[in-house]
T-cell receptor
């Protein structure tokens, strides 16, 4: 069965600190996709990144970076120089790769990030 | 606004009443999902449609729940004989059918059963 674990329930940092959100996943599929979503207080889930299981290159987008390691089944998310606007709940998610049988997301429990000024 | 739209945003109902939620997906997306999110948890998959066909239903979707997507456009989720345990945020998302594409979410309908 597929499972996503985000062990950090809450993280609190002071503005400009770097912070890493951990994500560990379980799947027996050889082809799968990993996602990160942000959920601000308004409730809407905002897509941040997608990574497929064959692409282990790390990715950087502005202050955001992602580290995907298949050997440890982890897909961690780092925010550099955090800002108050980064305060939100962040979800890691896993998707099966079988067309017409997949696409649904298995979410972790989320990590609530609070960035204080 | 061309995003996923959900209506209503909030619903308070008495236990035992029926409720219906609506979701309008992004127009070119033929896949539509419903998720439920309880406080402090991640969203849990309920069901999804490809066009008008309901392709999968979670075990979470009891007999009191029914979803439709007539003509493959908007979708409705109905809960009959609501229970307090149904209180949650109901999220709708849409995407292209390829599983590598990201899903776009609406702002959700928050249901409170009193």
């Amino acid at each position: 069965a597929q499972k996503v674990t985000q062990a950090q329930t809450e993280i609190s940092v002071v503005e400009k600190e770097d912070v890493t959100l951990d994500c560990v996943y379980e799947t027996r599929d050889t082809t799968y996709y990993l996602f990160w979503y942000k959920q601000p207080p308004s409730g809407e889930l905002v897509f941040l990144i997608r990574r497929n299981s064959f692409d282990e290159q790390n990715e950087i987008s502005g202050r955001y970076s992602w580290n995907f390691q298949k050997s440890t089944s982890s897909f961690n998310f780092t925010i550099t120089a955090s800002q108050v606007v980064d305060s939100a709940v962040y979800f890691c998610a896993l998707s099966e790769a079988i067309y017409n049988q997949g696409g649904k997301l298995i979410f972790g429990q989320g990590t609530e990030l609070s960035v204080k000024p | 606004d061309t995003g996923v739209s959900q209506d209503p945003r909030h619903k308070i109902t008495k236990r035992g009443q029926n409720v219906t939620f609506r979701c309008d997906p992004i127009s070119e997306h033929n896949r539509l999902y419903w998720y439920r999110q309880t406080l402090g948890q991640g969203p849990e998959f309920l069901t999804y449609f490809q066009n008008e066909a309901q392709l999968e239903k979670s075990r979470l979707l009891s007999d009191r729940f029914s979803a439709e997507r007539p003509k493959g456009s908007f979708s409705t989720l109905e809960i009959q004989r609501t229970e307090q345990g149904d209180s949650a945020m109901y999220l709708c998302a849409s995407s292209f059918p390829e599983s590598y594409t990201e899903a776009f979410f609406g702002q959700g309908t928050r249901l409170t059963v009193v």
